[in-house]
């Protein structure tokens, strides 16, 4: 089981990435995915939100090609978009 202070820290990180746009597509994400997460996957979330906020939203929309160490059914989660809700 994840460590709740960890998962804060990601949460925090995830809203917080400095654009409007990357915090809805990285924060929705987060907050509609984390709680099945395993070790491997917040692994996975870890190294995407490493990288930057322009990269991450041409991958996630399709208009560049993703590094293939984030490809897989984490990455095709991130980029069906259905679970991004702008209130």
């Known amino acids: 089981m994840p460590d709740p202070a960890h998962l804060r ?3 925090y990180r995830a809203w917080h990435r400095g654009t409007r746009e990357a915090d809805y597509l990285v924060g929705g994400f ?3 995915h984390h709680a099945s997460w395993t070790a491997q996957e917040i692994a996975w979330f ?3 939100i490493d990288e930057q906020d322009v990269d991450i939203l ?3 929309m ?3 090609a993703a590094p293939e160490r984030l490809h897989g059914p984490m ?3 991130l980029r069906r978009l259905d679970y991004i809700r702008i209130a």
């Open 9 to 11: 820290a990601l949460r």
């Open 75 to 77: 990455f095709d989660a």
């Open 46 to 48: 870890e190294a995407l």
């Open 62 to 64: 399709g208009v560049a």
């Open 58 to 60: 041409a991958w996630a």
């Open 30 to 32: 987060f907050d509609a």
